[in-house]
């Protein structure tokens, strides 16, 4: 099985909102990511965790803040987002870093 | 700049034809490089992998070449179905501090037709 699931599927929020992802893996990794795609552009990372410790993190704006609470679940906290981030956002998880990423269906987001 | 180029935006096969993807890379330190498939509305889906050490793997109709030399890697789909018909992202990983970080080519569009 490798089944990485996300919700919600679909989010709409104000640039004032806080909102979160979730992103959740029963397949016993150890390490997650979070990556942004927008239209027509590859998948582009944002986030590792490995053994729910955060060990990449591609400069990515203080708005999106990521949390690891435990093995198999993996957030996303969204606050005061701009229009811009408007994209699908991808969690995968593999079992260690050097190992295959498996990707879940994303959250489609749009930022109002 | 672009580590990792696909530089053909689409391909279209006739149904049971050969789909060859192509996928060039600048980076020496890229040690292990991956395809992965993508319909509309979905995540990508792992295919097939290659590690620097190998210059061929094979998995059922999916072949992926891989030519240090030329810093070059291929996919080869045959026979090619219409259920084929995707975009399929090449990635590419260094090894180190880098574990983890996969750098994906730009995608390209193949239609496979009935």
């Known amino acids: 099985d490798t089944e990485v699931t996300q919700t919600p599927k679909h989010l709409v929020m104000g640039m004032t909102n806080k909102k979160s992802l979730k992103c959740e893996q029963h397949?016993?990794?150890?390490?997650m990511y979070w990556y942004k795609q927008k239209a027509k552009k590859p998948p582009e990372l944002m986030f590792v965790?490995?053994?729910?410790?955060?060990?990449i993190n591609e400069s990515v704006p203080s708005r999106f803040s990521p949390e690891c609470p435990n093995s198999s679940l993996l957030n996303l906290h969204l606050h005061a987002l701009q229009p811009e981030d408007s994209a699908l956002y991808l969690c995968?998880?593999?079992?260690?870093?050097?190992?295959?990423?498996?990707f879940g269906p994303g959250t489609r987001l749009l930022v109002l | 700049d672009q580590q990792v180029k696909q530089n053909s935006p689409s391909l279209s096969v006739q149904e049971g034809r050969i789909s060859i993807l192509n996928c060039d890379y600048t980076?020496?330190?890229?040690?292990?490089f991956l395809w992965y498939k993508k319909y509309p509305a979905e995540g990508p889906t792992f295919l097939i992998s290659?590690?620097?050490?190998?210059d061929k793997n094979e998995d059922g109709r999916f072949t992926v070449f891989l030519n240090k030399s030329a810093k070059h890697l291929s996919l080869h789909i045959v026979p090619s179905q219409p259920g084929d018909s995707a975009v399929y992202f090449c990635?590419?990983?260094?090894?180190?501090?880098?574990?983890?970080?996969?750098?994906f080519g730009q995608g390209t569009i193949l239609t496979v037709h009935p």
């Open positions: 995968a998880s593999s079992l260690g870093l050097r190992e295959t990423q498996y």
């Open positions: 397949m016993g990794h150890r390490a």
């Open positions: 965790y490995s053994y729910e410790k955060l060990s």
């Open positions: 980076n020496s330190m890229f040690d292990y």
């Open positions: 290659i590690s620097s050490i190998k």
């Open positions: 990635a590419a990983r260094a090894g180190g501090t880098s574990y983890g970080k996969l750098t």
